[in-house]
């Protein structure tokens, strides 16, 4: 932990132990997928200018 307070961009959060990481890299690939899934529907919203 203090190494990663240290070093010079640390991260907001800090994910301790195996679990926990593979839980939160679960949950993100997760919302990228739905994110990755609409992006037609997301991208035709734009408003030109």
Do not use: C, N, W
């Amino acid at each position: 932990m203090i190494e990663a307070a240290e070093q010079h961009s640390a991260p907001k959060r800090l994910a301790l132990g195996a679990g926990s990481y593979a839980s939160i890299r679960k949950a993100l690939v997760e919302r990228l997928a739905e994110l990755d899934a609409f992006k037609e529907v997301t991208i035709s919203t734009d408003v030109d200018g």
